[in-house]
């Protein structure tokens, strides 16, 4: 049985969302370490979708506008029924003749052609602004609900994912997506509609070559549905070989001082340089496909038209047509070999769009493990703060041969305050995970306030929690935007006390705008210790029930620690607490302290009775103080 609220498993990747959809997210050999061949899994999702149109993917975005859909075609239609009356005209006329004596005609002819123009013109500026503004609200909405999308999936799919590659398909392909919807849409459809009307005058001025027309079609069209398909692959491969550029640089970039500081430039630059070189290598790649893709269009197209001019000429050498229905055929005929000739070379962009759009597709397409269930069980209002843990075992979905946490079971009660403590890799923030539903337990379950979180939505549970963390997350923002990240409705006054409570106060007024002033990214400007301390601020505003402190003050100095200690004191009155330190000294005063080892608890009591079992708490202890003490 799948818990409520947990997608069931992928049946192709075995997963409800590790990596992208198992596809261009190049997969690693657990052996060597190697990275698959883009080409070979680029083929593989070809296979898999088989001849599926990824470009469908936009219809449910398109349907949001219909009435500016509407309206577009009404103008397309006038615009081509325009551009179609032209060939009419001149017919007329030269089958009239230029005598003087029909001087009156031609320039009636004339005014009519330019009332003509003028409709033409209107109309095709009305269709080309509306079509290119539905693209350009089109792809908003689409990054929009990419980035939404992104945002509710879990920590299973951010275990493999990589961050350039995600960015990538949310700025790159998008901006693909866009000049094909917002441009080339615009071309493909005007020039669709003209071949439709102007082979449908074709059939009407002259039946017999037209024939000859309609022969030439499969022969011009079959060519470049062909040679549309290998664009689109070699498209495809060019855009994961630039996403897998672009997470290098990323990754690189955020470590930059880690590159420099242990020389690694010239490694990054050369390994960069490679993938720089291979993304060129598939991008030409695809632009010799485009090109000879354009070549055939066009060849195939005018070749056509040569042959039936020809045949043409030679129904009037003999008197069964006139010339006037041959210049109003030839006239209807380039309409059509031109736009077929510029549906060729918009073909080439719109296949490279449907790769952009593969890609999307697919990351829309990972289902979170992580999810709301049906009907989502409340959690009790007021919260009370009962924490349980009833014979719970976890192993993280990459590696789910090695059990991290091993029948677990334990239960704080409201406002008690239980540390946890271990060695390296006993689990202690694995138990964090699972309380913030980042994961759900293998077997048994992990409740607040009684309820199994599996039934409970994720955005409730960690309404009622609040998180330090050991490596604090800083938004490239102002402080107070920082520390209202849990309440982005607070009030100055309440960012400004919690920022005093959480001992921040006293470096934010030394900054330049204050709380209004703008952090680096990751926070680079600050030490770790302003770093915590703004973590703490956004503990102390979220005013959650439930506190997790991650080794909230091993980033502070003696004397921010003891301001911070006493603010954490403060915090923790009334409030259940759930404490990592690996700092013996800080939990000195808990109310009981966990002892993990393996996964396992293996002891349990306050710091004096577990000192006297002389068991591994005891020996940690010992280690600790000692070192202290020397």
Known sequence: MVPPGRKALNEETGTCSMGVGGVSQPSRDAASGDTASPDAASLAADRRRGRLKPLSALVPFVGRYKGRVGAALVALVVATLATLAVPVAVRRMIDHGFAPEN????????????????VLALASAVRYYLVTTLGERIVADLRAALFAHLLRLDATFYDTAKTGELISRLTADTTQIKSAVSTAASIALRNVMMVIGAVAMMVVTSPGLSGLVLVAIPIIVLPLVGFGRSVRKKSRLA???LA?????????????????????????????DRAVEAAFAAARSATRARASLTFVGIFLVFASVVAVLWSGAQEVLTGRMTPGTLGQFVLFAVFAA???GQLSEVWGEVSQAAGAAERITELLGVKPCI???AKPTALPKPAVGVVAFESVRFAYPTRTGTAVLDGVSFVVRPGERVALVGPSGAGKST???????????????VKLDGVSLADADPRDVRGHIALVPQDVDIFAATVADNIRVGRPDATDEEVRHAAELAAADEFVAKLPNGYGTLIGERGITLSGGQRQRIAIARAILKDARVLLLDEATSSLDA????????ALDRLMEGRTTLVIAHRLATILSADR??????GRIVEEGRHGELVGRGGLYARLAKLQFKAAAE
């Open 338 to 340: 031109s736009s077929l």
């Open 431 to 445: 138990v964090f995970h699972l309380l913030l539903r980042a994961y759900d337990p293998a077997s048994g379950k």
């Open 244 to 272: 897998d550029a672009s997470a290098f640089a990323a990754e690189s970039i955020s470590a930059v001082r880690t590159l420099q500081a242990f020389t690694g430039e010239g490694t990054a630059r050369s390994r960069f």
């Open 371 to 373: 999810d709301v269930p």
């Open 103 to 118: 001087a009156g005609f031609i320039d009636q002819y004339f005014s009519m052609m330019l009332a003509v123009v003028s």
């Open 239 to 241: 855009q994961d070989t």
């Open 593 to 598: 302290i966990l002892v993990m080892d393996g």
């Open 559 to 566: 004397e921010s620690e003891t301001l911070v200690q006493t």
